[in-house]
């Protein structure tokens, strides 16, 4: 009977359910993290306005990183795949995840990429999102961290008018730091937003440009590699716990 | 604009308590947001009326019990004062978040004849 509005309809029954809305994109999440940790590499999801310097940052860290790493990239685009080719041409192995008008990545899309990616040899693969501090934030695509790139002429109160996107990051990029000397810029500004929004703040300064704190950036990647697993020659070598067969090429 | 999304993925899981339960039009629906959970409220309630049509959630209504963010210290449970650094003034650890950025179905009413 229902017992909220009282109209005694006997019919009406109140089903509990206290699940997220998201669930099953959280569980898809999970399934692509046993991917990436059956493959031994480490996941970046880089989020970011548009034109925040992503791309950029991307080329920059294979540039540095020459024959050292293994990088491989999928880049959600609405329309284009400029930055996946970008890459490809950095030495970034890459493909374009297109998202139509969707303006995020989700762990669906993600999943489907990975299958399709042309090498699973990696050792770090980026999520490069679409270009968006809003949305992509709501979404787990089953990466062991989250960047977010800021640039400097973005503007220094970015942190506090989007305190969900920096509130998920592991890592604040910012970026295009060779123009701070063309502008207005209070960097005093941006750490303390960044210090009431999330709550272990951590930033690292880049120019793309000129190389500069390219090597801590790596640095950082380095450190959060996970150690190298034997895993199965053919596929995946990952369970796949939710019982669906599907086919991996 | 994820709030699609978002309810797209709502009707999903209300037409799957449907089947399980054998029920059949839905009433209302009780979600619980927080404020730092990236959802507009009223884009959620614009997409809810916009995808319910012609769904089991055709002329249901859609409750949002919302819920303010709320830090805390993980060792003292000194609560951080709104707005301030997110980092304990005795422990000096960083906060964490207690509530807030919940995206949850709590519970459907519906006509079951089943339960």
């Not at chain 1, 390219?214 to 369970?239: N, S």
């Not at chain 2, 959620?44 to 830090?71: H, N, P, Q, S």
């Not at chain 2, 000194?78 to 960083?94: E, F, H, K, Q, S």
């Not at chain 2, 207690?98 to 709590?106: F, S, T």
Request: charged letters at 25%; proline letters at 4%; hydrophobic letters at 40%.
């Amino acid at each position: 009977m229902c017992e909220t509005c009282g109209c005694g309809d006997p019919e009406i029954v109140p089903i509990e359910v206290q699940e997220r809305i998201l669930s099953d994109n959280d569980a898809q999440a999970a399934h692509n993290r046993s991917h990436f940790s059956g493959l031994g590499l480490l996941s970046i999801n880089l989020m970011g306005s548009p034109g925040a310097g992503k791309t950029a940052v991307l080329e920059a860290t294979a540039k540095a990183a020459g024959n050292r790493l293994r990088l491989g990239a999928v880049s959600g685009d609405l329309a284009t795949d400029r930055d996946a080719d970008r890459l490809n041409a950095s030495g970034i192995v890459s493909s374009t995840i297109t998202t139509g008008s969707a303006c995020h990545l989700d762990a669906r899309l993600v999943h489907r990429a990975l299958h399709d990616f042309p090498s699973h040899d990696r050792d770090i693969f980026f999520i490069e999102n679409v270009g968006n501090l809003v949305c992509p934030a709501i979404y787990d695509l089953g990466q062991a961290a989250n960047v977010v790139a800021l640039s400097v002429t973005e503007g220094e109160d970015k942190p506090l008018k989007y305190p969900v996107m920096f509130q998920k990051a592991d890592l604040v990029l910012l970026t295009k730091i060779d123009l701070i000397p063309h502008l207005d810029f209070d960097l005093a500004a941006v750490e303390d937003g960044l210090s009431r929004v999330m709550p272990e703040a951590s930033m690292l300064k880049v120019s793309a440009k000129t190389g500069e704190g390219i090597d801590a950036w790596l640095q950082w990647l380095e450190k959060r590699r996970p150690a190298r697993v034997e895993h199965a020659a053919e596929g995946h070598g990952h369970p796949h716990s939710h019982g669906k067969h599907h086919e991996h090429h | 604009m994820h709030e699609y999304s978002i309810v797209a993925s709502l009707i999903d899981r209300v037409q799957q308590e449907a089947a399980a339960h054998g029920g059949s039009r839905v009433h209302r629906l009780h979600v619980k947001i927080g404020e730092l959970s990236g959802v507009e409220l009223d884009l959620l309630k614009t997409a809810f009326d916009t995808f319910r049509e012609r769904t089991i959630c055709e002329g249901a209504e859609l409750l949002i019990d919302t819920v303010a963010a709320c830090w805390a210290c993980p060792s003292c449970k000194r609560p951080v004062v709104r707005g301030a650094i997110l980092r304990c003034d005795t422990c000096g650890r960083p906060a964490r978040m207690v509530e807030g950025d919940e995206i949850i179905l709590e519970r459907i009413e519906m006509e079951a004849p089943d339960v």
